[in-house]
């Protein structure tokens, strides 16, 4: 793989200007097979270049059956031998982010909860969708009908949107870039697109619809700095979001992606029945492959290092009491 060896690397322009050659060897060679961990997850990947930089090794690796464009340079505590120890580890994190992080705190109940669920719950979302915290009394005290704390919205994230997620985590919590605001189109903007291509795509009424993606937009200014943000990004919240200013009109594309991530532990303390959550799931998705069909323009392909630029958002005061009700049952008006 690659022509580039540890000799010529060391040599290299980046490698001769102040890089000293470390105590320690390489512990990877080029060609060798790897785990690689990227964002989440951990990846079969194979090292195509080593190369000494700022006295550390670093490794240029292929993320195997991903595209090139995929390739990057890691640091050692990116990478692990491929051996049966690590593979199994592997498995077992793919295995446990495919489950909600919360499911262990809920798993105690199961077995009781589900005597007294309906029939047609599905068990597969009872194994998987537990949320932690949640009270007894929601196993037994739910209405028939309604869709109780082991029944969870399933919300089918398209691999595009995965990816961008994924991008979205590397640059901020791995490259300390931040997403420049205010952005363009806003959270509000982009709802408002939405509205206006089902109106005119499905001839569906605009107050069905509005009424849900006010309520997307209530989830997304209440959730925003207490769920979606990561801690480097808390700083640029407090600079540019005022007391008189709703996230939504600042924030774009990119941080509402992420409340589709943690909308199923936010929809479970909403009492929906079976048939309503159905349609609830399908207009969400409908909603996220809006957001793929104009990834391009809704989303950015880099985010910027440079200060946080303060934007002026429409106020928010006449929206805090309609957001206050509507959190508790924005579902139930998806007809």
Not at 210 to 235: H, N, W
Not at 273 to 281: K, N, V
Request: glycine fraction near 6%; aromatic fraction near 8%; include cysteine.
């Amino acid at each position: 793989m690659g022509n580039s060896s540890k000799d010529d690397s060391a040599t290299s322009g980046d490698a001769s200007a102040g890089d000293v050659q470390p105590a320690n060897s390489s512990l990877y060679s080029e060609g060798e097979r790897v785990l690689a961990y990227h964002g989440p997850r951990i990846y079969e990947a194979k090292v195509q270049k080593t190369e000494i930089r700022k006295k550390e090794w670093r490794y240029f690796v292929h993320y195997l059956g991903w595209n090139k464009n995929w390739d990057e340079w890691v640091g050692e505590d990116r990478l692990m031998k491929h051996t049966e120890e690590n593979v199994q580890k592997q498995q077992a994190l793919d295995k446990k982010q495919s489950i909600d992080k919360n499911v262990k705190s809920g798993r105690s109940n199961q077995a009781k909860a589900k005597s007294s669920m309906d029939a047609k719950v599905d068990k597969e979302d009872i194994k998987n969708n537990v949320p932690k915290g949640k009270k007894r009394k929601t196993d037994s005290g739910a209405e028939k009908g309604s869709v109780t704390v082991e029944k969870l919205v399933k919300i089918q994230i398209p691999a595009t949107l995965k990816k961008q997620l994924v991008d979205d985590w590397e640059y901020v919590t791995q490259q300390d870039k931040l997403v420049k605001l205010p952005r363009s189109p806003t959270v509000d903007e982009i709802l408002t697109k939405f509205l206006e291509y089902k109106t005119k795509k499905d001839g569906m009424g605009a107050d069905s619809i509005g009424e849900i993606l006010k309520g997307i937009r209530c989830y997304f200014d209440k959730s925003l700095p207490t769920m979606l943000l990561y801690k480097r990004e808390r700083k640029q919240y407090s600079e540019v979001v005022a007391n008189d200013v709703s996230p939504s009109t600042i924030y774009g594309a990119e941080h509402l992606l992420r409340l589709f991530v943690k909308l199923p532990e936010l929809l479970v303390y909403v009492n929906i029945e079976e048939e309503t959550m159905t349609r609830l799931q399908q207009k969400l998705l409908d909603f996220l492959k809006f957001l793929q069909k104009n990834q391009s323009i809704f989303f950015l392909s880099a985010y910027d290092g440079a200060k946080v630029s303060e934007g002026k958002g429409k106020g928010k005061d006449d929206r805090e009491a309609f957001c206050s009700v509507k959190l508790k049952s924005f579902s139930s008006v998806v007809i």
